[in-house]
Each structure stands twice: as structure tokens, then as C-alpha cells.
């Protein structure tokens, strides 16, 4: 019988302490077999301490439970160019608010602007090591450190913003891959760019970093938020507070699955099993 471990979070302060010896559990098992004991009770008496002791050492541990959660690294995706209006530039007031929200939660939040970027015309994994020009290295370097990304987008023609997908594709899988991804979008209309976030989503997953389930959809921007980024409270019905428990359920997704992904890179490197490409994209082909 398997025995689950319920008491742990992801915000347990020795949580990786579990996770650590779990995957290393998991390795000795590839390695060796079955003869190397998992979190589980065995009825065999041969095994039987080595089966009841794992559990108990968790439990133990379960006792300095925490609710702290330790701040990630996050960048903040923006994608819109718009300078003037009509109708409304709603980019500064929606991407104000996500990256005050994102660091309220104890975040630290580094904004990537698409005006930082021409139009594609030769893609960072295309120089040599170390010879890219030295602002798209920077930038690399920022989304290679990244815990997780929050890319936010109005809908263009049921689209995402052309000038969000000509950052993503300046750079590799490799830089994205192994961690998660929230979708923020936004319109002056009612439907608040739904129908760009779902197709942001093929996009974010082919890059690696998967999108959480949970997205951001925020209607009639120009009244939702006033010029400052703050909730529009002068008008009826809206309310900080719900905003904030809205927000917090596409938030705390991307923590979940960005903080697990952390710890498991600490002791196992995705790209053993899944390395990165070094000539051409038919290197995933079948035989």
C-alpha cells in the first residue's frame, strides 16, 4: 500500500529536503531496482524499517510548517508599442497593476518592453556563444534566470500582439524551457482578449515553458483601471479586493508549479534526458 505524504506544501520551509530525497530515491531505484525502499508500507518484514522509517522522518518534519513563500524571480512580458490613442492606450495602465500585484506578493519583477526590440531579423541562438549584441544578451540572461513569465497581451484580430511574439521568438526553447508561464490579456471590449490568450498558449508550450491553467482575462480595461494602474474604484463595481482574489488564482498557479520546478532543477537537470538543440529542429524526429 502507498503511502501519501499530505502534510507537506509548497510553501513547507523543508520541502526541498522531501523533494531532494525523493528524486534521489527515485534515481537509486533506476539504478538498482526495487531493492531501494519509496515512501510506502510493506507487509514483507525484511523491509518493513526501512518503509516505516521514510514516513516518519517527514512527519517529524511536518511539525515546522510554514506559510512563507519564498519570492521568485519573475519576468513580466509586455506587448504593446501603442503610443497614442483612440482608442484609449490601455498597455501602461494593465501592465502597471500586474507588476505591482506580482511584487506585493514578494516577487522581484523584471518588465520586458517590445520597443526594446526590432523586428526580427536574426535570432539570438543564432550567433555564437557569447556573440550576440550585447542587449539581447542582457535580455537572454534575464529570461534564462527567470523563475517563471508573465506575458501580457490586448488581441489584435482574435491574435496575440505581434510585438509579444517577435520578443519570444528572438530567443530559443532552451531560455524558456522547465518552467511555467501565465497569460494576462486584455481589451476595450467585452471579452477582455480571450481569444489571444488561448492562442498564446500553443505558443508558450512549444517554447517550454507550459501556461498555467488559470488566465487573466480583463474586459473594458479603460475602465477597469484608472492612468495610474490602480483600480477604478469611482466606477460601480469595481472592486480592489476581487480583483486581487482574481488575479491571485492565475498568481498562485504560477507560483505552485514555478517553485517546484526551482527545487527540482537543484537536483536534477532537465536538459540530460531533453537536451537543448545544437543544429536543427529535426533532431526531435522520430527514427
Same mark, same amino acid.
Given at each position: 500500500?502507498?503511502?501519501?505524504?499530505?502534510?507537506?506544501?509548497?510553501?513547507?520551509?523543508?520541502?526541498?529536503?522531501?523533494?531532494?530525497?525523493?528524486?534521489?530515491?527515485?534515481?537509486?531505484?533506476?539504478?538498482?531496482?526495487?531493492?531501494?525502499?519509496?515512501?510506502?508500507?510493506?507487509?514483507?518484514?525484511?523491509?518493513?524499517?526501512?518503509?516505516?522509517?521514510?514516513?516518519?522522518?517527514?512527519?517529524? *518534519?511536518?511539525?515546522?510548517?510554514?506559510?512563507?513563500?519564498?519570492?521568485?524571480?519573475?519576468? *513580466?512580458?509586455?506587448?504593446?508599442?501603442?503610443?497614442?490613442?483612440?482608442?484609449?492606450?490601455?498597455?501602461?495602465?494593465?501592465?502597471?497593476?500586474?507588476?505591482?500585484?506580482?511584487?506585493?506578493?514578494?516577487?522581484?519583477?523584471?518588465?520586458?518592453?517590445?520597443?526594446?526590440?526590432?523586428?526580427?531579423?536574426?535570432?539570438?541562438?543564432?550567433?555564437?556563444?557569447?556573440?550576440?549584441?550585447?542587449?539581447?544578451?542582457?535580455?537572454?540572461?534575464?529570461?534564462?534566470?527567470?523563475?517563471?513569465?508573465?506575458?501580457?497581451?490586448?488581441?489584435?484580430?482574435?491574435?496575440?500582439?505581434?510585438?509579444?511574439?517577435?520578443?519570444?521568438?528572438?530567443?530559443?526553447?532552451?531560455?524558456?524551457?522547465?518552467?511555467?508561464?501565465?497569460?494576462?490579456?486584455?481589451?476595450?471590449?467585452?471579452?477582455?482578449?480571450?481569444?489571444?490568450?488561448?492562442? *498564446?498558449?500553443?505558443?508558450?508550450?512549444?517554447?517550454?515553458?507550459?501556461?498555467?491553467?488559470?488566465?487573466?482575462?480583463?474586459?473594458?480595461?479603460?475602465?477597469?483601471?484608472?492612468?495610474?494602474?490602480?483600480?477604478?474604484?469611482?466606477?460601480?463595481?469595481?472592486?480592489?479586493?476581487?480583483?486581487?482574489?482574481?488575479?491571485?488564482?492565475?498568481?498562485?498557479?504560477?507560483?505552485?508549479?514555478?517553485?517546484?520546478?526551482?527545487?527540482?532543477?537543484?537536483?536534477?537537470?532537465?536538459?540530460?534526458?531533453?537536451?537543448?538543440?545544437?543544429?536543427?529542429?529535426?533532431?526531435?524526429?522520430?527514427?
Amino acid at each position: 500500500m502507498t503511502m501519501t505524504m499530505k502534510m507537506f506544501t509548497s510553501n513547507h520551509p523543508l520541502s526541498q529536503i522531501y523533494s531532494a530525497i525523493t528524486i534521489i530515491m527515485y534515481q537509486l531505484r533506476r539504478l538498482w531496482g526495487n531493492s531501494v525502499p519509496i515512501l510506502s508500507t510493506r507487509t514483507t518484514q525484511r523491509r518493513r524499517k526501512h518503509h516505516i522509517l521514510v514516513p516518519h522522518l517527514f512527519m517529524a *518534519l511536518s511539525c515546522c510548517h510554514s506559510t512563507t513563500t519564498q519570492g521568485l524571480n519573475i519576468a *513580466l512580458l509586455t506587448g504593446s508599442t501603442r503610443t497614442s490613442s483612440p482608442p484609449t492606450v490601455l498597455h501602461p495602465r494593465v501592465n502597471t497593476y500586474i507588476h505591482k500585484s506580482l511584487t506585493q506578493r514578494g516577487h522581484e519583477v523584471t518588465r520586458i518592453d517590445p520597443d526594446n526590440f526590432p523586428l526580427l531579423e536574426k535570432p539570438h541562438f543564432a550567433y555564437p556563444t557569447g556573440k550576440s549584441p550585447s542587449n539581447l544578451q542582457e535580455i537572454h540572461s534575464i529570461l534564462q534566470d527567470a523563475d517563471g513569465y508573465v506575458c501580457v497581451t490586448p488581441e489584435y484580430n482574435h491574435s496575440p500582439s505581434p510585438a509579444l511574439l517577435n520578443i519570444l521568438n528572438h530567443f530559443g526553447s532552451s531560455t524558456f524551457a522547465f518552467k511555467p508561464s501565465a497569460i494576462v490579456t486584455y481589451s476595450a471590449g467585452q471579452w477582455g482578449g480571450t481569444r489571444a490568450g488561448v492562442a *498564446l498558449r500553443t505558443t508558450l508550450s512549444e517554447l517550454g515553458c507550459l501556461p498555467v491553467s488559470a488566465m487573466i482575462h480583463i474586459p473594458k480595461a479603460q475602465e477597469v483601471f484608472d492612468r495610474d494602474g490602480n483600480i477604478n474604484t469611482s466606477k460601480d463595481g469595481n472592486d480592489p479586493e476581487q480583483w486581487q482574489k482574481y488575479c491571485g488564482r492565475c498568481f498562485s498557479q504560477l507560483e505552485w508549479w514555478a517553485e517546484a520546478a526551482r527545487r527540482h532543477r537543484e537536483v536534477a537537470d532537465p536538459f540530460n534526458e531533453s537536451p537543448v538543440f545544437e543544429k536543427s529542429p529535426d533532431q526531435r524526429n522520430a527514427p
